[in-house]
């Protein structure tokens, strides 16, 4: 089992940047994905970005062009850079780690970090 620890949310105003971090421990060989999810109050859980191992990423189309995902597999820790935030962008941000894009077997969660964009 993997266990991911996340930081840097918090609250910012409209326009602003956050950068989150996840941290993993335990490695585990079968990691090959590595994301990023968010839920809103009273929403469905929604892909914000994901990075697999080969490099290639893939964005929630609300994101697309404002935020970049990264990852320091020295460190086994991904990134989401977050910039021009919006207030639509308030959410609990959720790290996932799994063995394939196409399903969610197996997968681990962070405990979640709050994000909050101000007007």
């Known amino acids: 089992q993997v266990q991911l620890v996340e930081s840097g949310g918090g609250l910012v105003q409209a326009g602003g940047s956050l950068r989150l971090s996840c941290a993993a421990s335990?490695?585990?060989?079968?990691?090959?994905?590595m994301g990023w999810y968010r839920q809103a109050p009273g929403k469905q859980r929604e892909l914000v970005a994901t990075?697999?191992?080969?490099?290639?990423?893939h964005y929630g189309d609300s994101v697309k062009g404002r935020f970049t995902i990264s990852r320091d597999n020295a460190k086994n820790t991904v990134y989401l850079q977050m910039n021009n935030l919006k207030p639509e962008d308030t959410a609990v941000y959720y790290c996932?780690?799994?063995?394939?894009?196409?399903?969610?077997?197996?997968?681990?969660w962070g405990q979640g970090t709050q994000v909050t964009v101000s007007t």
């Open positions: 996932n780690a799994r063995p394939t894009v196409a399903t969610m077997d197996f997968a681990s």
């Open positions: 335990g490695r585990d060989w079968r990691i090959n994905v």
């Open positions: 990075l697999t191992s080969d490099g290639t990423q």
